[in-house]
């Protein structure tokens, strides 16, 4: 297919993404493909870019959904702060829902980003973030038991270990080393985010550094493209 029709079947589903109210739910891949005079997989890969900007989602077995249009959390990545920092900055509602928070032993790609022996207990916390009713990050973090335990989890945990830790002051922090890129989502991350499974998410892989140079927290996170917008400050050459 040429690039012009392409950008028109594009222009085609965002009039209609845009003439419907949030959470209508539009016709069905056949029909729609029909209706917009393409094939299925044409159809599919236009979806997938209003899908990353967070207009529509798909839903396994139920169909696909308006979104509407949404605030995008961005947030530089000069400085680590959390999700919850982030989108109160800009106004937005941000809830913590499906924690799990578990006592487990050190795996070996838990030993090795941690620098621990393997076995070692730590405490695992996982969690979907949500604006509104919609899912827009899976986080999990990995610490050390003698960093974090799950007895100090309580009903106050807004979502954000590094809030918590920041707010307890220690261990003092000093930096993150971040692993960014992009992936398709797993079968257990895609039913979390209600998603599909290989939809595109951006991903991050981090490790938190104390002042004394130790890792104390291993963490992997899911974000929706829509929903999240990063950038960076660069130095230029040796200036």
Request: glycine share 8%; with cysteine.
């Amino acid at each position: 297919m040429t690039h012009h029709p392409f950008r028109r079947l594009q222009s085609d589903l965002a009039g209609l993404i845009a003439s419907l109210p949030p959470e209508s739910k539009l016709p069905t891949e056949p029909l729609l493909a029909q209706r917009m005079g393409v094939s299925r997989a044409t159809l599919r890969e236009a979806m997938r870019s209003f899908e990353g900007q967070g207009l529509i989602r798909r839903r396994q077995g139920v169909g696909t959904f308006v979104v509407g249009q949404v605030p995008v959390i961005n947030s530089g990545l000069e400085v680590l702060e959390s999700i919850e920092t982030s989108a109160r900055r800009i106004g937005l509602a941000v809830s913590v829902k499906e924690l799990q928070v578990k006592r487990i032993s050190a795996s070996e790609d838990h030993a090795q980003a941690l620098g621990v022996p393997l076995g070692t207990a730590l405490t695992s916390v996982s969690r979907v973030i949500y604006t509104d009713t919609r899912p827009i990050a899976c986080l999990e973090d990995v610490l050390p038991e003698d960093v974090l335990s799950a007895a100090e989890l309580d009903d106050k945990f807004t979502g954000s270990v590094l809030d918590l830790l920041l707010r307890r002051g220690s261990p003092s922090l000093a930096q993150s080393r971040t692993d960014i890129k992009a992936v398709g989502a797993s079968s257990e991350v895609a039913r979390a985010l209600q998603i599909q499974r290989d939809d595109v998410l951006i991903h991050f892989v981090a490790l938190l550094y104390s002042t004394s140079g130790r890792v104390v927290d291993y963490s992997i996170s899911y974000f929706l493209p829509g929903y999240f917008r990063f950038h960076v400050v660069r130095r230029v050459g040796n200036t």
